[in-house]
């Protein structure tokens, strides 16, 4: 659905996803601006939240963390689903069905992967006011940088031995 909303292919969006994904500016740019038309924010480290925040503008009314905050977590912290289950001592398909907010999940085994997040450095922040339910990633605090669509193949030919 992104990938049509946006004018990209699958795999395209399968690639920023990936780890250590090259995006230009321009494409950058294309998925901040499509976030933040869907209500998203990124919000850089400050005093009060040490780390970077992706927040939703609006609050929904939710009384427990979304599923989709959970996906954006493992996202942010580079992990497949299969790592993150085989990390948090879950099943692959436990996590996808957090992920998707099937009611079938225990409220216990919830809260057994927010404490997992929590321990890896990310904070769900509750809706205040207004703002909707948020995500605070601790370990990472530098500014994002866009890299070059071709860097990941510029470090593989530095990092290959000389034939």
Known sequence: MLASELGLTTRAIQRVEATNPS?????????????????????????????????????????????????????????SQQKLGSDADLGTMTIRRIESDKETVEPETRQFLIDFLTSKGVHFVPPAGMMGWAI??????????ARHPRLSVQQRKREEPAR
């Open 136 to 145: 605070c990633f601790a370990g990472i605090i530098d500014e994002p940088r």
């Open 23 to 79: 995006l230009s500016l321009e494409r950058q740019s294309l998925f901040v601006e499509y976030y933040r038309k869907q209500g998203i924010v990124f919000l850089s480290p400050e005093a009060e939240r040490f780390g970077w925040t992706v927040a939703e503008c609006f609050n929904r009314g939710e009384l427990r963390e979304p599923a989709r905050l959970f996906r954006a977590a493992r996202i942010g912290l580079d992990l």
